[in-house]
């Protein structure tokens, strides 16, 4: 490899672990850097002093009155929320477990993939039309899906649509997706339609060897549905857990743009050179960089995952059923959780995604019981299941609920398709048979459907933006968790010269309390669990 091949590599300096290597205007071009003095064609590994090593940290959540999070102690010292049953939900976390933000910030943009979350883009959207075999869609339509195309760019801001085709093909396997006649008309198309920055091929991944050839027939940047996917979240990501969990999304598509800078520089002869002194090639030290990158990332998770399950224990401790609201993205989550739980801190977005991280919400329930709302990230079709299991770490709270609101929104053209890429999902996901088999599935949006009835008796009907149906479906809930968590109501006589009542009040849900048969005892009418039923029979030694 001559001088000038190694020209393109020195630009930026690049820390990824504990070295610093020299990055260049894609992220995966050799990440070597060479001593001024030296010449070019003699590339050597430096040696680095005083790296700092990232700390691996996470946020606590504060639990408010009615946004549930986890509070850190020096956020408020010597003060722990209350949430509005007046039980206290505190952390218990060290100070070691928080990362600064100026830290995550810089693993976010170090590792950013050359072209994601960065530029604005004049699009080109390609939709594939598949006559037959196994990506054929059945449930869904070449027009309803450039629709949903259209969408995920409009999502961006200051991206535009500038022309779109649908486009039919019998060989979507192939390198060009196309055929011949088909691929050359669609060239000449794109060349022709003025200021073109980036085409879209809706596909839920291309290979790397099909990204090449594209980029180089048409001479713009080619994104598929996992890079646009991962190009939104990059923007609407605002916490530790959302950026880190996109970083490691994100391995998998540095991983492709690596074998792709490997393969040209193989055509011109140096892709397989070895490093000085090191035993390996450029592209296998890249591997192995990245690999180290991936298990820090997901070392980070593991802790995440850890304090989740510590959240929790906390939720169980205090008794608060918890119910995962879930839905296809856009299906009017988030507006059906401020409207059950009258937060008014939620802000719902008409955008695909808006939502990337799982946060809990405190409601009421018909029987005075508070029932914990879990908003999750939303589904898309047609995503790689790398993009789902990035999020698992979040997205394990849904499997550990005590009941699943399944969100519809009934207004759309594709409602039944994205039914099914939900319940795909939660397949995926390895939720228990128990909470599968009790979804409560909710037509939302139903002020948008003239004349709506459902063909299911069991889903409830309501208008989340209207608060129309809300009360059914609270009641619905309520049932449900009653049952999922072996809750009863029972009616006690207790002694009011005893601490009977304060401890029904602090360890089971209250709902009415009458006068007794004098002056000195009360009916009270309350929701508890059998265990803390136990407990209230051993501690007060009552029958």
């Not at 914990?372 to 849904?398: C, K, N």
Request: net charge neutral.
């Amino acid at each position: 490899m001559g001088p000038a091949k190694y020209s393109i590599m020195a630009k930026h300096v690049f820390t990824m672990g504990r070295f610093a290597w020299r990055r260049c205007s894609s992220w995966t071009n050799p990440l070597i850097r060479f001593k001024s003095n030296l010449c070019l064609h003699t590339p050597q590994i430096c040696t680095y002093k005083n790296i700092k090593c990232l700390q691996w940290y996470f946020p606590s959540r504060t639990f408010s009155r009615t946004v549930c999070k986890q509070k850190s102690k020096s956020h408020n010292p010597g003060h722990d929320d209350d949430d509005d049953d007046g039980h206290e939900l505190h952390s218990g976390e060290d100070e070691e477990d928080f990362i600064e933000d100026e830290e995550v910030e810089e693993l976010f943009q170090q590792q950013r993939p050359a072209g994601i979350g960065e530029d604005d883009h004049r699009v080109f959207i390609v939709h594939p039309d598949v006559k037959w075999g196994h990506k054929k869609q059945y449930l869904t339509t070449a027009d309803l899906q450039m629709a949903e195309a259209v969408g995920l760019v409009n999502t961006l801001q200051n991206w535009t649509v500038v022309d779109k085709i649908i486009l039919s093909t019998k060989t979507p396997d192939k390198k060009r997706i196309f055929g011949k006649g088909n691929f050359q008309m669609l060239t000449e198309k794109i060349g022709r339609t003025a200021g073109v920055s980036a085409v879209f091929m809706n596909v839920e991944r291309l290979s790397p060897v099909s990204e090449r050839e594209l980029q180089e027939a048409w001479g713009v940047k080619v994104f598929d549905r996992y890079s646009l996917v991962l190009h939104i979240f990059r923007r609407n990501a605002r916490t530790k857990e959302a950026k880190l969990q996109i970083s490691l999304a994100e391995i998998p598509l540095l991983r492709s743009r690596l074998k792709n800078e490997v393969a040209n520089l193989d055509q011109q002869g140096g892709g397989s050179r070895y490093i000085m002194g090191s035993g390996e090639t450029l592209y296998e030290v890249q591997q192995r960089l990245l690999k180290e990158r991936e298990l820090k990332i997901r070392a980070a998770l593991e802790r995440l995952r850890k304090k989740r399950h510590m959240l929790r224990s906390q939720r169980k401790h205090k008794d608060f059923p918890i119910v995962s609201v879930m839905g296809y993205t856009n299906c009017g989550k988030t507006t059906l959780i401020k409207a059950l739980t009258g937060d008014v801190a939620l802000q719902p977005k008409d955008q695909l995604f808006a939502t990337l991280d799982v946060t809990v919400h405190a409601g009421r329930l018909p029987g005075h019981m508070t029932a914990l709302y879990v908003d999750t990230i939303g589904f898309l079709s047609q995503l790689p299941h790398q993009l789902i299991d990035s999020f698992s770490a979040t997205l394990e709270d849904v499997a550990h609920s005590d009941l699943i609101v399944h969100v519809r929104d009934i207004s759309h053209p594709e409602t039944v398709n994205q039914k099914v890429n939900v319940l795909n999902v939660l397949k995926n996901l390895q939720i228990p048979e128990r909470l599968v088999n009790s979804i409560i599935e909710v037509h939302n949006k139903i002020d948008l459907v003239e004349g709506y009835e459902s063909a299911d008796p069991e889903a409830v009907p309501i208008s989340a933006l209207d608060e129309l149906g809300l009360d059914e479906l609270k009641q619905r809930v309520e049932e449900s968790v009653m049952k999922s968590t072996g809750k009863q109501i029972v009616i006690l006589k207790v002694d009011l010269n005893s601490p009977q009542l304060g401890w029904l009040y602090k360890e089971a849900t209250v709902q009415e309390v009458h006068d007794g048969d004098d002056d000195c005892t009360a009916n009270v009418k309350v929701v508890i669990s059998a265990a803390a039923y136990g407990r209230y029979r051993k501690l007060f030694q009552v029958a």
